[in-house]
């Protein structure tokens, strides 16, 4: 503004360089034009000033007369409407619009080289399409598809159904989103009898999807939408088992060639392999064992991970060899590489979780015997031998030692239990 008005009227003095500052900016207001037929919709517009001339371009957005109100330029929104949904939506996709043609205007306005309707205009053609809450999710479902995420994939996905399910599939502007919402989602959560870290679960996707809308200017950067609830995660109940039944586990005499057999292969697999996750297993290539290391990125954090090759899981990938032999895969979870990749990784997941289930009841164990306990065991079993926390959350391919706490927090709470109950037993046997 000061170069404005320092040039072209230095010879003016202040207060009349200010009004021809004033007149000659650019300003941009929404308007309406009522239909000339009483009963049909009008049309909403933006009024653009600049140099003392006026220009109108349209909003593709119509309204009745009395949805309409000219002192607040905004639109009107009864409670009992039942376009009240369209309404808010619009209204939302007006000031999101306006602010960003504003931002616009003033960006020109302070340039000293001055602009034109023309340059304005093209300037708004490049004002990216507003978005929906559930468009914006969907498309962050989208990316994590292209990226080839799956887990990550999984849990947008889910965290997107759960938010739908709760608005009974309505979706909403981001201005309508509040914190009373996202409280309220919480307690819709809380009344279906959710565990506690599959809410907290929910909730922090959610919160790590809509700081990417900040990002993308579709929400205010200083948004305590999830102030009021609960973002932390308890301890989790023991979800590591002992080396005892790990050995029972690896001795198992199972059918050859049975589900049972690869599933179990698959969780020792794990095992050996420093707790890696199924998604990194059944995307694991051949072309990633070189020189007696296995080199690999994993899927949720792209992080790249070493390890060494042992005989052990020479030995599981052997079995598997002649199933595998035209396949770029180590072992046979993906069988096609048509495009259905990550439903083939998808429904051998649940294949081999519900094995390996029959496998934990087949040695008494007392929990779900899943993929994701091979991951917490190795950790479990790391922890036992003293091995340093840094080693363990390294070897994990943690990006942080708070994640790794989370899985050696419920080996203590496990330890602490096991403590408890030795005492009641001791104090029980002198009766």
Not at 247 to 266: C, E, F, M, N
Request: contains cysteine; hydrophobic residues 35%.
């Amino acid at each position: 503004m000061k170069k404005l008005l320092q040039h072209p009227f230095s010879g003016i003095n202040y207060m009349h360089r200010l009004t021809i500052y004033i007149l000659y900016m650019a300003t941009i207001k929404l308007k309406f034009r009522p239909s000339s037929v009483p009963t049909t919709q009008g049309t909403i517009y933006y009024q653009v000033i600049h140099n003392r001339s006026v220009k109108w371009l349209t909003t593709h957005c119509h309204v009745y007369s009395c949805e309409w109100d000219s002192l607040s330029a905004s639109i009107v929104i009864p409670p009992d409407t039942s376009r009240r949904q369209e309404l808010l939506y619009m209204q939302s996709c007006l000031s999101w619009n306006l602010r960003q043609r504003k931002t616009i205007v003033s960006r020109l306005s302070a340039s000293s080289e001055g602009f034109s309707f023309d340059s304005m205009t093209e300037a708004f053609l490049h004002i990216p399409p507003y978005k929906s809450v559930f468009m914006f999710l969907h498309e962050q479902v989208l990316r994590q598809e292209r990226m080839q995420r799956y887990g990550t994939l999984k849990t947008y996905t889910n965290a997107f159904l759960r938010f739908k399910e709760f608005r009974n599939d309505i979706d909403l502007t981001f201005d309508l989103l509040t914190p009373d919402m996202i409280e309220e989602y919480e307690a819709w959560l809380i009344n279906r009898n959710l565990k506690q870290n599959t809410i907290r679960f929910y909730l922090r996707t959610l919160n790590t999807i809509f700081h990417k809308a900040i990002v993308e200017g579709l929400m205010p950067d200083d948004s305590r939408l999830f102030s009021r609830v609960r973002l932390a995660y308890v301890t989790t109940t023991k979800r590591a088992i002992s080396e005892t039944a790990i050995r029972a586990i690896q001795g198992l005499q199972l059918p050859h060639g049975s589900i049972l057999s690869l599933a179990r292969d698959i969780f020792m697999f794990s095992f050996y392999m420093r707790g890696m996750p199924f998604v990194d297993i059944a995307f694991l290539r051949k072309s990633n064992l070189r020189n007696g290391m296995l080199v690999y990125c994993r899927k949720k954090t792209n992080q790249q991970l070493i390890v060494e090759w042992e005989s052990e899981q020479q030995e599981i990938v052997e079995r598997y060899a002649r199933q595998t032999e035209s396949s770029p895969y180590m072992l046979p979870i993906i069988n096609k590489v048509d495009g259905t990749e990550y439903r083939q990784y998808q429904r051998m997941q649940e294949n081999v979780n519900r094995a390996l289930k029959r496998i934990g009841n087949m040695i008494g164990l007392k929990m779900p015997l899943t993929t994701y306990v091979a991951r917490h065991s190795w950790a479990s079993m790391a922890r036992d031998m003293n091995i340093p926390i840094s080693i363990i959350s390294e070897g994990m391919g943690h990006q942080s030692y708070k994640t790794t706490q989370v899985y050696l927090n419920s080996i203590d709470t496990s330890r602490i239990n096991k403590a408890n109950r030795d005492i009641i037993r001791r104090i029980s046997k002198r009766r």
